[in-house]
């Protein structure tokens, strides 16, 4: 095989290199001997071990120095017996068959496999610590190719025989041109504004001008030597691969190609456009030697028309957008004009339509409130009917007669009563009769006297029903000082007077609330509504027990005052729970649907709230009044 002078002169490289690095290993200590260090860690450790046992051994602490010992040499694979030894050579303690593995070194002095550290008490010597360490395995040769140094040296070797084989490669390449290319037509080429690029056979750069470089955007000296097809060239149709590049093909067929559009991808992303235009260079024998390739750069001027491109139809479709535009201007302006006056009209119609219904809410609210009050007020007037049809029959009772008879009969018999009352059949039934007579009347008082109380009472609430429902029929929207633990007894004064009729057991929970600023009859109208609706709910429900919990109190986190209406009715179905306060929406076959509407219009009005909640069918109902908490001293 025919060794080239690039495959010497590499490996004398190689060699020098090499030398260089071995003189400086043997004159300036280049590599740190690797024996010394492993024989220095091992010295310090000895010399660690024999400063702690010793102390241990002044304090007699022979077991914690055997311990400590077998500890170390399980731990530390390379130590073959440790040993502790007296002045007098006796031992202390060991570890493994010292005796046989311990090699005594010359002049006492430690090597590599045997060291000893003498032990001092005081400045007296005590003893000595000996450690035996295991030769490393492995031959001779194993140990030589193991060694960092070795290897480092074959992989300079190797490396740098290929990294100067590849070196002098390229630079003789680039060097090979440079003789033969005067100085005057590397400087006529560079003073071209085109591109200008001489190739060999082989379409390798052998000469090229600075503004190739520059269009490229690589230095001379990287394009000296590389292949002109490897930078990147691209056909400029999409739809053309590009097989053949043109200087390729002017050597091939041994003729020019002119004005070849081709497209070069840069490394920094941008795309440059060429014009090529491509000469064969040929000796006077006609052989093909290369080709002059000459680039002339329209990167500028094709963006420049396509800009002008894009200029123009931007100013044909802004035009088109103009008139497009003020034709919309024009009709919106004219729809605008028609919409302001159709709003105003809209604005003023929702006024009065919002107006109507809030009347027609409170007036709602209001026949709901005044109904439940009739229906209340009729149900005492049923007692009183009942209470004065007791007092007839009482009054009917036959005891009166019979007391006007036995008068007639004491005055028939004046002159001889004593004899007629102890001595006459009818006579001597007087006086027991007497005392039927007198407890039949005693009885007979005493239940006119509890009928007329209860007429009294019943009449007496009948007027607080009356009054109660003049009061919230005044007109609304006068704020006056309220409490409200009255409201909410006045709202069962109005809604449920009698709840042991309906067997419902009312609950209050009241805690503290200040005097609040407020329209009192707008609240009344709420609470007789919510407390109505709760007896219904309950009277309906067949099942369970019928408490009514009634609840007041201030929710400090929104400052407002909160009344609870709670019952065990029949509850919410999930499904209706957002239609609650819905215009028109009701569960009751004889309802309305405008009681909780007309209750949720006043709230809003009043600046509060009011929801309700419901666990489900058969769960009860829980509806909040939430109104601002307005105390009388702030309203001042």
């Known amino acids: 095989?025919?060794?080239?002078?690039?495959?010497?002169?590499?490996?004398?490289?190689?060699?020098?290199?090499?030398?260089?690095?071995?003189?400086?290993?043997?004159?300036?200590?280049?590599?740190?001997?690797?024996?010394?260090?492993?024989?220095?860690?091992?010295?310090?450790?000895?010399?660690?071990?024999?400063?702690?046992?010793?102390?241990?051994?002044?304090?007699?602490?022979?077991?914690?120095?055997?311990?400590?010992?077998?500890?170390?040499?399980?731990?530390?694979?390379?130590?073959?017996?440790?040993?502790?030894?007296?002045?007098?050579?006796?031992?202390?303690?060991?570890?493994?068959?010292?005796?046989?593995?311990?090699?005594?070194?010359?002049?006492?002095?430690?090597?590599?496999?045997s060291l000893q550290v003498p032990i001092f008490s005081g400045d007296q010597p005590w003893g000595v610590l000996q450690l035996a360490f295991r030769e490393s395995e492995g031959s001779?040769?194993?140990?030589?190719?193991?060694?960092?140094?070795?290897?480092?040296?074959?992989?300079?070797?190797?490396?740098?025989?290929?990294?100067?084989?590849?070196?002098?490669?390229?630079?003789?390449?680039?060097?090979?041109?440079?003789?033969?290319?005067?100085?005057?037509?590397?400087?006529?080429?560079?003073?071209?504004?085109?591109?200008?690029?001489?190739?060999?056979?082989?379409?390798?750069?052998?000469?090229?001008?600075?503004?190739?470089?520059?269009?490229?955007?690589?230095?001379?000296?990287?394009?000296?030597?590389?292949?002109?097809?490897?930078?990147?060239?691209?056909?400029?149709?999409?739809?053309?691969?590009?097989?053949?590049?043109?200087?390729?093909?002017?050597?091939?067929?041994?003729?020019?190609?002119?004005?070849?559009?081709?497209?070069?991808?840069?490394?920094?992303?941008?795309?440059?456009?060429?014009?090529?235009?491509t000469v064969p260079i040929m000796d006077d024998g006609s052989t093909v030697r290369g080709a002059l390739v000459s680039f002339h750069d329209v990167t500028e001027l094709d963006r420049a028309n396509s800009q002008l491109k894009d200029a123009n139809s931007e100013l044909e479709a802004s035009r088109v957008q103009i008139m497009q535009k003020n034709q919309e201007l024009e009709a919106t302006n004219t729809n605008l004009h028609v919409e302001m006056g159709q709003r105003k009209k809209a604005e003023a119609e929702k006024e009065k339509l919002y107006q109507q219904l809030m009347n027609a809410s409170r007036q709602a609210g209001m026949a709901d409130v005044a109904s439940s009050v009739l229906h209340n007020v009729g149900n005492v007037l049923n007692s009183i009917n009942v209470s004065t049809d007791t007092l007839l029959k009482t009054l009917k009772k036959p005891m009166v007669g019979d007391v006007c008879r036995i008068a007639s009969m004491f005055n028939e018999h004046q002159d001889n009563l004593q004899d007629f009352l102890t001595v006459d059949p009818k006579g001597k039934q007087i006086p027991s009769y007497l005392g039927l007579v007198a407890e039949s009347l005693s009885g007979s008082h005493q239940t006119i006297q509890g009928e007329l109380d209860s007429l009294v009472k019943k009449v007496d609430h009948i007027k607080q029903v009356i009054m109660s429902q003049q009061d919230i029929a005044r007109a609304g929207n006068i704020r006056e000082p309220a409490s409200a633990e009255d409201l909410m007894e006045q709202a069962v004064v109005m809604a449920l007077p009698e709840p042991e009729k309906y067997h419902i057991q009312l609950v209050r929970e009241y805690s503290p609330v200040p005097m609040m600023m407020t329209d009192r009859h707008q609240v009344l109208q709420v609470l007789v509504n919510l407390i109505t609706n709760a007896k219904n709910a309950m009277v309906e429900h067949s099942g369970g027990t019928r408490r009514l919990t009634l609840r007041i109190g201030v929710l400090s986190a929104k400052a407002c005052a909160q009344f609870e209406v709670i019952d065990t009715g029949i509850g919410v179905k999930p499904e209706h729970l957002p239609r609650l306060f819905a215009q028109g929406f009701t569960t009751r076959k004889a309802g309305h649907g405008l009681g909780l509407h007309s209750a949720a219009i006043v709230a809003k009005n009043l600046g509060g709230t009011l929801h309700g909640q419901s666990a489900g069918e058969g769960c009860g109902a829980t509806f909040t009044l939430e109104l601002p908490l307005v105390v009388v001293e702030d309203a001042a």
């Open 1 to 113: 095989m025919k060794v080239t002078p690039l495959v010497w002169i590499s490996f004398g490289l190689v060699s020098l290199t090499i030398s260089v690095m071995l003189a400086g290993y043997s004159l300036v200590d280049l590599v740190p001997n690797r024996d010394r260090q492993v024989f220095e860690y091992r010295r310090d450790l000895a010399e660690a071990l024999a400063v702690q046992y010793s102390a241990l051994a002044e304090r007699n602490q022979i077991e914690t120095i055997q311990f400590a010992m077998e500890t170390l040499a399980k731990r530390n694979h390379e130590i073959s017996s440790l040993a502790l030894l007296q002045k007098d050579g006796g031992i202390v303690a060991q570890v493994g068959a010292h005796a046989q593995v311990w090699v005594q070194p010359l002049g006492a002095q430690s090597t590599l496999q």
């Open 140 to 277: 001779g040769i194993d140990r030589f190719l193991s060694d960092p140094w070795i290897r480092f040296l074959a992989f300079v070797s190797v490396m740098g025989f290929f990294g100067y084989l590849f070196f002098m490669k390229r630079t003789l390449r680039q060097l090979d041109p440079s003789g033969i290319v005067p100085t005057r037509v590397k400087a006529a080429l560079d003073a071209l504004t085109q591109g200008v690029v001489m190739i060999d056979t082989q379409d390798l750069i052998i000469l090229t001008n600075d503004s190739f470089s520059r269009a490229v955007n690589k230095p001379v000296t990287s394009l000296i030597g590389s292949d002109l097809g490897t930078l990147g060239w691209k056909s400029m149709t999409p739809t053309d691969s590009l097989m053949v590049y043109p200087w390729t093909r002017a050597i091939m067929d041994r003729r020019s190609l002119d004005n070849i559009p081709l497209i070069m991808n840069l490394s920094d992303g941008e795309q440059r456009k060429f014009i090529v235009n």
